[in-house]
């Protein structure tokens, strides 16, 4: 699943799709930080007909097989062992976002041998394959807008009580693991915080607008609203006295709207093997 803010993905994108391509220009040599689940060279024997697996998706369900093909929902591709030389037959589909169709390279042996951009009808592409060995479908000019109002609540402690102690009972969606350094609210969940005792429980919050409203959360103890809070652009130490009862802090008015999303799709794929002069 997506989920990115209006920041400049582009650009990030940009990188990432120069990098992998300089990369798969020189396979078989592995890429630097890239857990690449997949054949290597000398690995994995071909099959016929040849089946396409997963070789590299840089977020989780980045491509996804469906009823009639592949979804390349971000920045993959999908790969298999040709025995032989032949043509592939391809219907494409895609998704256009960021003024920019979706692309599709295609591989074989490491050498870019096609580049197509996907239109919104369906198109139908014949592939000469000239060789036996590794083919790779690849996708890698995703692309994902999206507006999140969200709030950020850092440092959680309590101050002028003999401890400092805190404990996250219940966590929201999309929460990090240390929640006590920072813990984000993205959606409308409660957060239940027990104090170690009672004392100021203090914090530092800062919110990102979305549909020009900044975040608001509320704080409650014991069925009791103790404080409502207007998380702003600026970060701003908040201290709210608490007892020792659990208490909740909720997102009142979650927003999030999908701007773009650029998607590839093979819709179908059929391979003719070519015999080749001895």
């Known amino acids: 699943m997506k989920v990115f803010g209006t920041l400049a993905l582009s650009v990030l994108v940009a990188a990432t799709s120069a990098a992998l391509l300089a990369w798969l220009s ?18 994995a024997p071909c099959t016929a007909p040849p089946q396409f697996t997963t070789g590299f998706q840089r977020d989780p369900n980045g491509v996804l097989p469906d009823a009639e093909g592949f979804a390349f929902k971000g920045v993959s591709w999908i790969e298999t062992r040709l025995c032989q030389a032949g043509r592939l037959t391809l219907e494409v589909q895609g998704r256009e976002a960021g003024d920019e169709k979706p692309r599709l390279h295609v591989f ?5 041998i096609a580049r197509i951009d996907a239109a919104v009808q369906r198109q139908t592409l014949e592939l000469a394959l000239p060789e036996a060995g590794l083919l790779r479908l690849a996708y890698l000019n995703d692309y994902y807008r ?66 020009g409203r900044f975040p608001v959360l509320t704080i409650e103890q014991g069925g009791r609203l103790i404080k409502t809070l207007h998380a702003g652009a600026m970060r701003q130490l908040v201290r709210v006295p608490v007892g020792e009862q659990p208490l909740s802090i909720t997102l009142t008015n979650p927003y999030f709207k999908e701007l773009a999303d650029r998607n590839l799709f093979i819709r179908r794929w059929r391979f003719q093997p070519v015999a080749t002069s001895p």
Request: with cysteine; hydrophobic share 45%; charged share 15%.
């Open 26 to 43: 020189v396979w078989p040599v592995q890429p630097a930080g890239l857990a690449v689940a997949s054949v290597q060279a000398g690995a």
């Open 108 to 112: 074989l042996n490491s050498r870019e």
């Open 146 to 211: 999206s507006e999140v109002r969200s709030a950020v609540l850092e440092e959680i402690r309590l101050v002028g009580a003999p401890c400092t102690g805190v404990k996250a009972v219940q966590l929201p969606p999309n929460t990090g693991e240390r929640w006590a350094a920072a813990t984000v609210f993205t959606s409308h969940a409660t957060l239940t915080v027990q104090p170690c005792s009672a004392g100021q429980l203090q914090f530092k919050a800062v919110g990102r607008s979305g549909a």
